[in-house]
Structure formats: structure tokens, C-alpha cells
């Protein structure tokens, strides 16, 4: 399976952007990138995928570099709900018995007030 | 859509007990995924089903687990027997194929 490396945390202010970085370098032509997020005491939540165009929706913004060997996610003005563990995930989009999300560590952000 | 919805919340339960985890999907869902998270081993896939088939079960620890989904809108996991090294977060997710999935507020297990 293709890995991803995440820091394990990272620090943001109240309001500011947070931009919280992926390596996957060994990432395959069919590997969607996915981020999940999870709250304290709750399941994980999608928050946005891409293959390799950046994409953008309500919650975040996904940046992927033009050689797809890493992504960052952007959260805009970030909120003290935004603390969480974020995951960064390859899912492999051929479906089937290829499909699987294999979490990792993730990077737990902590938004101070 | 009230979500994905598993039940107990909580279960405590004796060494050598069959322990039984339950859940709902998303109406309209096919795909249903079955996870486990401890502290040491962090958030892992047990199983997943697609069509109300099991697709992988790789994850699956041992043969004390199983996993049934005998329709498209239940899916049980069993432990029997239990054990103590089984306490852990169970998480079940559903999506419509293999798009983004939504989990449960999952099932707090422990065995004493």
C-alpha cells in the first residue's frame, strides 16, 4: 500500500489559515488523496479528496503538487471545532479488492484561542 | 438522514463472552466498512462489505471474529470469545460505492 507522512501536530491561532502538509511519494497514477478528520470522542468525517487538480468545498481546500508527491490541506480561517486529528489518505481508485483507507498517525492540530 | 447508527454505545463485558456490535447504514448506501481504534494500534480496517458482500476481511484479527451482513441495512460484528486485548473503539462506516464514507459514533468496548 502507498504511505503517506504526516507531521504528528501542529499548532494554529484562532482565525488564521492552517496549512497542513502530505508526503506521498511513492503514490501510483490510480491512488486518490484523501483527508479525513476526527474529533475528539467522535468518528472520523471525510473532509476532501482530489486526484490531481486542486479542489476546494465548504470545509477545506486541497492542494496537490504537479508531480502528485505531496498535497497540503488548507483550512481557511481556522476554528477551535477544527481541532483534530487529520488524516491523509491514498485510496486506490481502481475499487474493488484494491479499495481499502488505511489511516495512519495523522497530524493532531491544536487551534489555541 | 439520522446517519450511521450502531449500537450499544457501550459494552462491558466478561472475559470469554460473546460480544456482539451492531449496525445501521446509510439508506441508500451499498458499501459498509467495519473498523477498530486503539491507542497502540490506531484506526484499523477489519472488513468491508459491498453489495452486502464481503469484499476484504484481511483486517479480521482472528477467527473469533466474524462479520455478517445479511441485508442492506444491518451488519453485525461478533466476538466470541472475547478477550481482554479486544477492548477497543469499533467503528462502523457506510458509503454509496467506494466515494466518501460516513462512520457511526461507534461502539466503546471492553472486556475485563
Known amino acids: 500500500d502507498a504511505k503517506t507522512t504526516q507531521p504528528n501536530s501542529m499548532e494554529s491561532n484562532e482565525e488564521e489559515p492552517v496549512h497542513l502538509p502530505c508526503n506521498h511519494s511513492?503514490?501510483?497514477?490510480?491512488?486518490?488523496i484523501h483527508w479525513y478528520r476526527q474529533l475528539p470522542s467522535q468518528g472520523p468525517e471525510y473532509v476532501i479528496h482530489?486526484?490531481?487538480s486542486n479542489v476546494n468545498n465548504r470545509m477545506a481546500s486541497l492542494a496537490i503538487a504537479e508531480d502528485r508527491k505531496s498535497s497540503t490541506l488548507i483550512l481557511h480561517r481556522a476554528t477551535l471545532r477544527d481541532a483534530a486529528v487529520y488524516y491523509c489518505?491514498?485510496?486506490?481508485?481502481?475499487?474493488?479488492?484494491?479499495?481499502?483507507?488505511?489511516f495512519g498517525k495523522g497530524t493532531l492540530l491544536t487551534v489555541n484561542p | 438522514d439520522a446517519g450511521v447508527i450502531q449500537s450499544p454505545r457501550h459494552e462491558v463485558t466478561e472475559m470469554g463472552q460473546e460480544v456482539t456490535l451492531r449496525c445501521k447504514p446509510i439508506?441508500?448506501?451499498?458499501?459498509l466498512f467495519w473498523y477498530r481504534q486503539t491507542m497502540m494500534r490506531g484506526l484499523e480496517l477489519l472488513i468491508y462489505?459491498?453489495?452486502?458482500?464481503?469484499?476484504?476481511d484481511s483486517g479480521m484479527p482472528e477467527d473469533r471474529f466474524s462479520a455478517k451482513m445479511p441485508n442492506a441495512s444491518f451488519s453485525t460484528l461478533k466476538i466470541q470469545p472475547s478477550e481482554p486485548r479486544d477492548s477497543a473503539v469499533y467503528f462502523c462506516?457506510?458509503?454509496?460505492?467506494?466515494?466518501?464514507?460516513?462512520f457511526g459514533p461507534g461502539t466503546r468496548l471492553t472486556v475485563l
Open positions: 439508506s441508500g448506501h451499498n458499501s
Open positions: 511513492t503514490i501510483s497514477g490510480t491512488d486518490y
Open positions: 482530489g486526484l490531481t
Open positions: 462489505f459491498n453489495n452486502n458482500v464481503p469484499i476484504d
Open positions: 489518505i491514498l485510496r486506490d481508485g481502481r475499487g474493488g479488492s484494491n479499495y481499502k483507507l488505511t
Open positions: 462506516a457506510s458509503s454509496w460505492d467506494y466515494n466518501e464514507q460516513f
